[in-house]
C-alpha cells in the first residue's frame, strides 16, 4: 500500500525553525520526486518545494534561502528544514510524491499524505 506520512509540525515563534518528514512507504522512493506543498485556511494549496530523483531541488520564491529540502532514500524519507519561520508560514503542510521529476502543478503529483499543521504564531 503506497503512504506517505508528514510528521514534525507544531508552533512556533517567528523566527524559529522546524523539520518536516515524509516518510514513504509501499513504493520505491527513489524513482519518484516529492513535492512539498501546503495550504493555509482561506487560500488556494501552493507549491513550497520539490526534490527530484536525481536531487534536483525547486523552492517556491517565498520561501527560498529559509528552506532547505532533502531526501534520505534508505530511510525511506523526505525532509524539509524550515528557518526563520515566520507568520505567512502557518499552513497545513502536505508531501506528495510523482515519477523522477518535479513539476510546478500540484494536480500531476499522487499520493498525498494527510498533512501536518505549522503554526508561527508570538
Known amino acids: 500500500q503506497v503512504q506517505l506520512v508528514e510528521s514534525g509540525g507544531g508552533l512556533v515563534q517567528p523566527g524559529g525553525s522546524l523539520r518536516l518528514s515524509c516518510a514513504a512507504s509501499?513504493?520505491?522512493?527513489?524513482?519518484?520526486?516529492i513535492g512539498w506543498f501546503r495550504q493555509a485556511p482561506g487560500k488556494e494549496r501552493e507549491g513550497v518545494s520539490c526534490?527530484?530523483?536525481?536531487?534536483?531541488?525547486t523552492y517556491a520564491d517565498s520561501v527560498k534561502g529559509r528552506f532547505t529540502i532533502s531526501r534520505d532514500n534508505a530511510k525511506n524519507t523526505v525532509y524539509l528544514q524550515m528557518n526563520s519561520l515566520k507568520p505567512e508560514d502557518t499552513a497545513v503542510y502536505y508531501c506528495?510524491?510523482?515519477?523522477?521529476?518535479?513539476?510546478?502543478?500540484?494536480?500531476?503529483?499522487?499520493?498525498w499524505g494527510q498533512g501536518t499543521q505549522v503554526t508561527v504564531s508570538s
Open positions: 526534490i527530484s530523483s536525481s536531487d534536483g531541488s
Open positions: 506528495a510524491r510523482r515519477f523522477r521529476r518535479c513539476v510546478s502543478s500540484g494536480t500531476d503529483f499522487v499520493s
Open positions: 509501499g513504493f520505491t522512493l527513489d524513482y519518484y520526486a
